[in-house]
């Protein structure tokens, strides 16, 4: 079926390995177990359980499409904005032909699509099964391609845009996977349009072939080390904002601070940034060299300063992760010039 495509001679490549940033929020919050308030612990408890199912849910992902024999290049997390909104993107992938727009949903229960495309989950035994509407993840899904197109269209110019608008919506793909594999899907009443756009995890690199062997435009082919740049692209426009946990959680910002990256009673989570490591420590007018170069927020390796050479905040500066060479961890923290 994919004999007829002309494919790069290269393996996947994941370009931000190492901790996500599901995984960090997930260590600071088990991190305030001990000093959360006792009227949010139960809210505590089930946030980490939903983390966990959402970090699980993910690594399932990251092992189809390494483990997949594709040539593609991915990332994790993308946070981008343009004209003021915003898109979380749980996986962007390259492909030769494409460039596909992952939602990953790790839920427990069944699903159900029906004849209007509404989601429902059904969850519970026999006698106290429940039904509930969910949030369709299609749809939010979406908006965030319709975001990615936004901001490839005003990267460009009149002439450019004007010949982008005939490809956008054939190179950029959404699709829905649902990572538990307990989940059964019933989707037999779905419009075919929303139906073709939720499989499950281990459906996710065929169906990648598959969408690029119908790929019409099959007289070009992205090479590998243009899909890479493609990718990096992206990663050097996102702009990662952590959740508060201490708002969240009724608690102060410098106790919540301090346990979550280890300078409290609670105990040292790897990769967390201290607030030392970004500003001077108070009361020290001169701080020294090492004290201003920030951690790497996904594996807490030191990080150096880069220039962007792509994208919105091309010739800005940022601090990228010093074990890239190496590991391939994608951690950046873009620096706000004033």
Same mark, same amino acid.
């Given at each position: 079926m994919f004999g007829c495509l002309t494919l790069?001679?290269?393996?996947?490549?994941?370009?931000?390995?190492?901790?996500?940033?599901?995984?960090l929020e997930l260590r600071k919050m088990e991190a305030l177990r001990s000093v959360v308030p006792d009227n949010k612990k139960e809210d505590l408890e089930r946030d980490i359980r939903l983390a966990k199912a959402g970090v699980a849910g993910e690594r399932k992902i990251v092992f189809e499409l390494m483990n997949g024999h594709y040539p593609?290049?991915?990332?994790?997390?993308?946070?981008?904005?343009?004209?003021?909104?915003?898109?979380?993107?749980?996986?962007?992938?390259?492909?030769?032909y494409h460039?596909?727009?992952?939602?990953?949903?790790?839920?427990?229960?069944d699903i159900e699509i029906d004849s209007t495309g509404a989601f429902i989950r059904a969850f519970g035994r026999r006698r106290g099964r429940r039904r509930e509407g969910i949030y369709s993840p299609v749809?939010?899904?979406?908006?965030?391609?319709?975001?990615?197109?936004?901001?490839?269209?005003?990267?460009?110019?009149?002439?450019?845009?004007?010949?982008?608008?005939?490809?956008?919506?054939?190179?950029?793909q959404s699709i829905v996977v649902l990572a538990n594999e307990k989940t059964l899907l019933k989707a037999d009443d779905a419009p075919l349009e929303v139906r073709e756009q939720v499989i499950r995890a281990d459906q996710l690199v065929d169906y990648i072939k598959r969408l690029d062997a119908t790929r019409s435009r099959k007289d070009y082919v992205e090479t590998f080390k243009g899909m890479e740049a493609r990718c990096r692209r992206w990663q050097e426009m996102s702009s990662p904002q &952590?959740?508060?946990?201490?708002? +969240?959680?009724?608690?102060?910002? #410098? $106790?919540?601070?301090?346990?979550?990256? !280890?300078?409290?009673?609670?105990?040292?989570?790897?990769?967390?940034?201290?607030?030392?490591?970004v500003e001077p420590r108070p009361g020290k007018s001169e701080p020294?060299?090492?004290?201003?170069?920030?951690?790497?927020?996904?594996? &807490?390796?030191?990080?150096?300063? +880069?220039?962007?050479?792509?994208? #919105? $905040?091309?010739?800005?500066?940022?601090? !990228?992760?010093?074990?890239?060479?190496?590991?391939?961890?994608?951690?950046?923290?873009?620096?706000?010039?004033?």
């Open positions: 790069p001679s290269h393996g996947p490549v994941f370009l931000n390995e190492g901790a996500t940033r599901s995984e593609l290049v991915f990332v994790h997390d993308l946070c981008l904005e343009h004209e003021g909104l915003r898109a979380q993107i749980d996986f962007l992938v390259v492909t030769p460039t596909v727009v992952i939602e990953c949903k790790n839920l427990f229960g749809s939010q899904n979406r908006r965030h391609v319709d975001l990615l197109k936004a901001l490839r269209m005003a990267e460009s110019g009149p002439v450019k845009r004007l010949a982008q608008r005939f490809v956008l919506d054939e190179y950029y &952590g959740s508060d946990l201490a708002a +969240r959680y009724g608690m102060t910002s #410098a $106790r919540a601070a301090a346990t979550s990256s !280890g300078e409290g009673d609670g105990p040292s989570r790897e990769g967390a940034v201290a607030p030392s490591a020294d060299a090492a004290a201003a170069v920030p951690t790497c927020p996904r594996c &807490g390796a030191p990080m150096v300063l +880069r220039t962007a050479r792509y994208g #919105a $905040r091309k010739g800005k500066n940022f601090w !990228g992760c010093s074990t890239y060479g190496k590991t391939r961890c994608g951690g950046i923290i873009n620096v706000d010039e004033g």
